[in-house]
């Protein structure tokens, strides 16, 4: 069983700072990415950064600038460092990892409970 555990959400005044961490555990399993992806109420899951094995990320146009998603791979842990914050950035944000499933060829992705940040003044 692999399990996401989030960390670090929590109530920030706008233009404020808050990093969210994300640790991946429990039997072997080769994560390829991980990412953060946010639900605001009565909107769609979607993706706000990624990264992958090579170091490659992947920004919602919305966060670009501000929030930065890195990476330590030896703990399987997955930070979003999130600057200047706004209060459209209030949100549910969960935790994503999707690796190869131990003796086979196929993807399994897994997700966090979610971690809510709310930015209000």
């Known amino acids: 069983q692999v399990q996401l555990v989030e960390s670090g959400g929590g109530l920030v005044q706008p233009g404020g700072s808050l990093t969210l961490s994300c640790a991946a555990s429990?039997?072997?399993?080769?994560?390829?990415?991980m990412g953060w992806y946010r639900q605001a109420p009565g909107e769609q899951r979607e993706l706000v950064a990624r990264?992958?094995?090579?170091?490659?990320?992947n920004y919602a146009d919305s966060v670009k600038g501000r929030f930065t998603i890195s990476r330590d791979n030896a703990k399987n842990t997955v930070y979003l460092q999130m600057n200047s914050l706004k209060l459209e950035d209030t949100a549910v944000y969960y935790c994503?990892?999707?690796?190869?499933?131990?003796?086979?060829?196929?993807?399994?992705?897994?997700w966090g409970q979610g971690t809510l940040v709310t930015v209000s003044s």
């Open positions: 994503n990892a999707v690796g190869v499933v131990p003796g086979t060829s196929r993807y399994l992705t897994v």
């Open positions: 429990g039997s072997i399993f080769s994560i390829n990415a």
């Open positions: 990264i992958i094995s090579g170091g490659s990320t």
